[in-house]
């Protein structure tokens, strides 16, 4: 089984401030990773798939880039809505264990 | 506009049988994966299986197969999960959702399980 693992689990920043957030596949997912966010009482949202396309209506601020093993999303300046929690996924459907984005 | 809209809240008692239910529209159903996610509380995502509908091509994770059976209705676009006999430990909130390639690109709104004695 092609294991997921994210770090750090927690991200504490400032509204404003860069997050970058890492995955990290066991086995090579080549670009077949996917990044969804998930705010409390919500089901997820895709943001990025095939590790760097935004899906529709996602802002510019957010950017996934990597292939192979090592995957990262980035945020690169932190608005309010933005602080949730983010999952991974790559293409045979096992999860990362998610990232908290929480206000500093 | 797509939509995937689940069945309502569930309360059951362990060892009583379960099926949940997803209604897509806004997109050829027949044609596209959908699977099922399970969230339990506090918890993170976990990926239960898939179904194409065109031909009910069916794959389960390692960790549900024989636990539950996904199945789907392409003549009235619904997908379903089941359980034959609920356990406590079945206590999550259930989520559809549709696969555009190899991503959940469309999500149902979830469904709260809680199996209780």
């Known amino acids: 089984e092609n294991v997921l693992t994210q770090s750090p689990a927690t991200l504490s920043l400032s509204p404003g401030e860069r997050a970058t957030l890492s995955c990290r596949a066991s086995?090579?997912?080549?670009?077949?990773l996917a990044w969804y966010q998930q705010k409390p009482g919500q089901a997820p949202r895709l943001l990025i798939y095939?590790?760097?396309n935004r899906a529709t209506g996602i802002p510019a601020r957010f950017s996934g880039s990597g292939s192979g093993t090592d995957f990262t999303l980035t945020i690169s300046s932190l608005e309010p809505e933005d602080f949730a929690v983010y999952y991974c996924?790559?293409?045979?459907?096992?999860f990362g264990g998610g990232t908290k984005v929480e206000i500093k | 506009e797509v939509q995937l809209v689940q069945s309502g809240a569930e309360v059951k008692k362990p060892g009583e049988s379960l099926k949940l239910s997803c209604k897509a529209s806004?997109?050829?159903?027949?044609?596209?994966?959908i699977g099922w996610v399970r969230q339990m509380p506090g918890k993170g995502l976990e990926w239960m299986g898939i179904?194409?509908?065109?031909?009910?091509?069916?794959r389960y994770s390692p960790s549900f197969q024989g636990q539950v059976t996904i199945s789907a209705d392409k003549s009235i676009s619904t997908a379903y999960l089941q359980w034959s006999s609920l356990k406590a430990s079945d206590t999550a909130m259930y989520y559809c959702?549709?696969?555009?390639?190899?991503?959940?690109?469309?999500w149902g709104q979830g469904t709260l399980v809680t199996v209780s004695s």
């Open positions: 959702a549709t696969q555009i390639g190899y991503s959940f690109y469309y």
């Open positions: 806004g997109y050829s159903f027949p044609n596209y994966w």
């Open positions: 179904i194409y509908p065109v031909d009910s091509d069916t």
């Open positions: 086995q090579s997912v080549s670009s077949y």
């Open positions: 095939d590790a760097s």
């Open positions: 996924q790559q293409r045979t459907g096992t």
